[in-house]
């Protein structure tokens, strides 16, 4: 499909260990985002990545949380020493600016459950 | 610092009423996106909104955009079960940058 992909789908991990997700934006899309959802809870914003520019990485929570994103094109999000707090869903969205507005189309997301 | 507040957080209604979501922002902006969310799954966009003034409506829902008062409007009539989901409003702040409301959890009741 054309959509938004991300992977892992579901991540069991223990806690201290470091995890790795991944978003395939759609192609074309010069902006891709990170989001955190925790269960019931609104989206928290991570950090955004547009074209070549530096990121904004404004929203990470945490020295322990990083993300790259490699060929302007695939984002990998790292957290580093997981802890229990870290539990929640991850969401990658990419957009492409255009005349049409900058709407952002989501992936299925990671659910990651730290034990 | 940039506040997205979305009004009611929760709301339950009945089938047939019409209730309005409300969405307040406190930083200069022209562009502002509606989205849907059902449990256990990915947002979907709903409307576009790029202009003061702007209104967008498909079926039972109509989006309005008044940037002066930096207030969006979510309108529901004449509610349905399938309408129960969560709605997120997004606020473009600019650079292809933009943050979401805190969302509102709709529960549309028989």
């Known amino acids: 499909g054309a959509g938004v992909s991300q992977s892992p789908s579901n991540k069991v991990t223990e806690k201290g260990k470091d995890v790795e997700l991944r978003c395939d934006p759609i192609?074309?899309?010069?902006?891709l985002y990170w989001y955190r959802q925790s269960l019931g809870q609104g989206l928290e914003f991570l950090i955004y990545?547009?074209?070549?520019?530096?990121?904004?990485k404004s929203g990470l929570p945490s020295d322990r949380f990083s993300a790259e994103r490699t060929g302007g094109s695939v984002s990998t999000l790292t957290i580093q020493r997981t802890q229990q707090e870290d539990s929640a869903v991850y969401l990658c969205?990419?957009?492409?600016?255009?005349?049409?507005?900058?709407?952002?189309?989501f992936g299925p997301g990671t659910r990651l459950t730290v034990l | 610092e940039l506040k997205v507040e979305q009004n009611p957080l929760f709301l339950s209604m009945q089938e047939g009423k019409n209730y309005t979501i409300y969405c307040n922002y406190s930083?200069?902006?022209?562009?502002l996106y509606w989205y849907r969310q059902d449990p256990g799954k990915s947002l979907e966009s709903l409307f576009v909104?790029?202009?003061?003034?702007a209104v967008k409506q498909e079926g039972r829902l109509m989006a309005s955009l008044d940037t002066k008062a930096r207030l969006s409007t979510l309108h529901i009539t004449a509610a349905v079960h399938d309408l129960s989901a969560t709605y997120f409003c997004?606020?473009?702040?600019?650079?292809?940058?933009?943050?979401f409301g805190a969302g509102t959890r709709l529960t549309v009741k028989p």
């Open positions: 969205a990419s957009s492409l600016d255009s005349a049409g507005g900058r709407e952002q189309f």
């Open positions: 192609s074309g899309h010069t902006a």
């Open positions: 990545f547009q074209g070549n520019s530096a990121p904004d």
């Open positions: 930083t200069t902006s022209d562009r």
């Open positions: 909104l790029l202009s003061n003034g």
């Open positions: 997004a606020v473009d702040i600019g650079n292809n940058d933009m943050r």
